[in-house]
């Protein structure tokens, strides 16, 4: 088995209420005439590993190390029933594209294909081929896609290509941490390919107003004189600003799902976007996300987790 050790907590509640969604949208549009898709643009293995610790003082036992295994994306994906009737995953990384090629052929999912390279690239193509264009089949594709990048890999122009298709239903992870980390503190010290980073990221240079207030010029070594501006963006400001940037291509931006890592509670955020023209639709997948967030939060509060 490839290993892929990644995520934490947050990871099981994100992929908790990626399944329970899956399970919703297979379930809505199981007798209705349209073909569906699931993308992974960020697809991993199919599985993730992780080590638990067990004991300690309060359970007065020894410290103990356990491994884990825990179902990834493509393996919840693959076991949603009834099934979608395409499988898209998109991997950079060649050994677990190999895990997935053996995970496609064990599920025996009617279409399911592979695809290495860059995740933007594959989607904004897809997007652009038959049968999703030019093709008399094409009010038919439906698809949930899923953006569970590392960092800051996904570009703004695909957010863009799946509003413009009206027909994705998109799980996008955004990694609020990433980009705090691209801002340096004086804008004067943001290089261009970090400059370049967040315009991919928010599809505007407009974070700089937003993130950045000008302070007095000051004078630099050789006499002249340069504009200084100082960060003042926080974690709720970042995902003020991108939830905005969100609805300016999308009818339908969920509340984000703030997902906590260690002591910092906006790392990353999750979010569900459609932008289907048909007010029907939006009603119900907001239903279906909404009831599906609560109930996780209810189940979380149970356990007296955050
Ligand atoms: C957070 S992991 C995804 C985990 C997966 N969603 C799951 O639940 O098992 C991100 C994955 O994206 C892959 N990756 C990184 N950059 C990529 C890109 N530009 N296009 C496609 N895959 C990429 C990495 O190799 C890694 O396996």
Redesign the pocket.
Known sequence: MVE?R??GEH?ELK?DVLGAYLDFYCNALKNQRFETWYI?????????QQTEMTGGIFDNEPIAFKEKTLL???S?ALNVDPPFDHYRF????GP?RAALNELCDAAGARDCAIQG????D?IQKILADPPWSQHRDQWRQRAVV?L???GM?VKWQTLKALAESERADVWYLFNIKAVNQQMARDSARIDSSKFLALQEQFGTADWQTAFYRSGPTQGTLFGDTAPSSSKVATPEQISHFMRERLSTLFRYVSDPLPLTVGNMDRYFELYCLSNSPSPQAIALIKKGVTDIIRKRAQDRRQQGLP
């Open positions: 892929h990644f995520g990871t992929l992974d643009g960020f697809a991993g293995t199919g599985f993730r990834g994306s493509a919840i998109v991997e950079a990384h677990r390279g860059d995740a933007n594959y899923f569970d990048p590392y890999s």
